[in-house]
């Protein structure tokens, strides 16, 4: 079965800090990432997603992420947060098998101090 | 635009009562997915719909837990018999399914309804 580990579920940041956030994921096949992030108050939003190509991928807000495939990570980045990216972010893999359903992971709370 | 819409956004039921949790999908969407999210976790699937056609209902926890599309936009989501393990934040989403069985469709997400069992 897949399932999806993050490593650190709170992360406290200074504005302007570096952001990395871990994600690794077990599947041995062909695999579809995400990264959702939750605002407070509000749903669940797509930050950005991995298919195939290049593997550093730019997402909304200047985030970005990475997939290395032979670690099985999917992390994260931003180099300057700000305090608006106080949020809730999840990693999510599809396996693009029945149905394209999501396996996501724990969650990490990212407060971002100003 | 509208997004997906749940209902009711909080629902309170003693141990024993049967709920009932609207979705309304965007408009023009195939699939429909139910997630269940309890606290300090990550969404969990439960079923998915493609129109009409429930595909898999893998991940609904026990026969308590029926959900339905009948004419392949709004879907609800009963829970029978209500248990306090089943306090949770139900969420809902919808995605296009431009790119059936690929997985690489964004899928966007409800805000929730929020269940608390006592």
């Known amino acids: 079965a897949q399932s999806v580990s993050q490593h650190n579920h709170h992360v406290i940041l200074s504005e302007a800090a570096s952001l990395e956030l871990g994600c690794n994921y077990s599947y041995g096949g062909t695999v579809n990432l995400f990264w959702y992030v939750q605002y407070p108050g509000q749903h669940l939003q797509l930050l950005l997603k991995?298919?195939?190509?290049?593997?550093l991928v730019k997402g909304i807000k200047g985030f970005e992420a990475e997939f290395i495939k032979s670690k099985f990570s999917f992390n994260l980045r931003k180099p300057s947060v700000q305090w608006s990216d106080t949020a809730e972010y999840f990693c999510?893999?599809?396996?693009?098998?029945?149905?394209?359903?999501?396996?996501f992971g724990a969650g990490t709370i990212l407060r971002v101090k100003s | 635009g509208a997004g997906v819409s749940q209902s009711p956004r909080y629902k309170v039921a003693k141990r024993g009562q049967d709920v009932a949790l609207r979705c309304d999908p965007i408009?023009?969407?195939?699939?429909l997915f139910w997630y269940q999210q309890a606290l300090g976790q990550g969404p969990e699937f439960l079923t998915y719909?493609?129109?009409?056609?429930?595909?898999?209902k893998s991940g609904l926890p026990s026969d308590r837990f029926f959900a339905e599309r009948p004419e392949g936009s709004v879907s609800t989501l009963k829970i029978q018999r209500t248990q306090q393990e089943d306090s949770a934040v139900y969420l809902c989403?919808?995605?296009?399914?431009?790119?059936?069985?690929?997985?690489?469709?964004?899928?966007?997400f409800g805000p929730g309804t929020r269940l608390l069992v006592l």
């Open positions: 408009s023009g969407h195939v699939s």
């Open positions: 989403a919808s995605s296009p399914h431009r790119l059936p069985g690929q997985g690489r469709e964004t899928q966007y």
């Open positions: 991995y298919f195939s190509g290049d593997p």
């Open positions: 719909f493609q129109n009409e056609a429930q595909l898999d």
């Open positions: 999510a893999v599809n396996a693009g098998v029945r149905g394209n359903k999501l396996v």
